[in-house]
């Protein structure tokens, strides 16, 4: 059991990249992840089972660097591509149309994630102290950590939902994300959200046209 434990640790190296060792953990988790997200521009609903897999990956890597917000946030990932999967495809097998939240809801999500956000950062705060035989590392990039995984939960869901939102707020997560894990030199996993950022930017136009499409043609 140790040893199937050690193939998953950020120890243990797939290859090298540059010069960089790629352990096996952070491959699968970075390609499971860029194929789930461009599945997921372009409306396909493998995103879901792909999103599974990945949300396990990331969950064992981001307990290994201290981002315990991320962590946590894999245990999310993991229900609702759960959910995800059964919302975008009805018994009838139609796919629901993309719809916009509107300016009162964007505001009240403005406000849930400023929430969330200071929420997040105090619980995670104090794991070292409620749960010391197992948080033996105080958290890192606290509060920025906590919005990228506050706004992430919400983005997911406003996409599982079909909502044209979703994608620019994943805008904001890549961003974040990418100068969080570039200072925690894990180069991968960082490119992989430069890929993520532009295949966000892909996703906005993308669900904006078909947004488009769909409302002209009420």
């Not at 060792?21 to 992840?33: A, K, M, N, R």
């Not at 809801?105 to 619980?123: A, H, M, Q, R, W």
């Not at 997911?156 to 979703?166: P, W």
């Amino acid at each position: 059991m140790t040893d199937i434990f050690f193939y998953f640790s950020i120890e243990f190296p797939l290859f090298s990249v540059f010069g960089y060792p790629l352990s096996l953990i952070e491959f699968l988790g970075t390609s499971s992840g860029l194929v789930c997200v461009y599945l997921a521009s372009r409306n396909h609903i493998l995103t879901w089972p792909l999103g599974i897999f990945n949300s396990i990956c990331f969950f064992f890597l981001f307990f290994q660097i201290q981002l315990y917000s991320d962590m946590l946030l894999q245990i999310y990932f993991f229900g609702s591509s759960i959910y995800g999967w059964s919302v975008w495809r009805k018994r009838t097998g139609a796919y629901i149309k993309i719809q916009s939240l509107g300016k009162t809801k964007n505001i009240l999500l403005l406000v849930s994630i400023i929430l969330g956000t200071y929420v997040l950062g105090e619980i995670t705060s104090r794991l070292p102290l409620w749960i010391p035989e197992i948080f033996e590392k105080p958290p890192v990039f606290l509060y920025w950590d906590a919005f990228t995984t506050v706004a992430s939960i919400i983005a997911n869901f406003l996409l599982a939902q079909r909502k044209l939102e979703s994608w620019f707020l994943w805008v904001f997560v890549d961003v974040v994300c990418i100068a969080i894990y570039s200072l925690k030199e894990i180069p991968f996993v960082t490119l992989e959200y430069i890929v993520f950022l532009l295949i966000a930017f892909y996703g906005c136009y993308h669900w904006y046209k078909e947004y488009k499409q769909n409302h002209s043609n009420i």
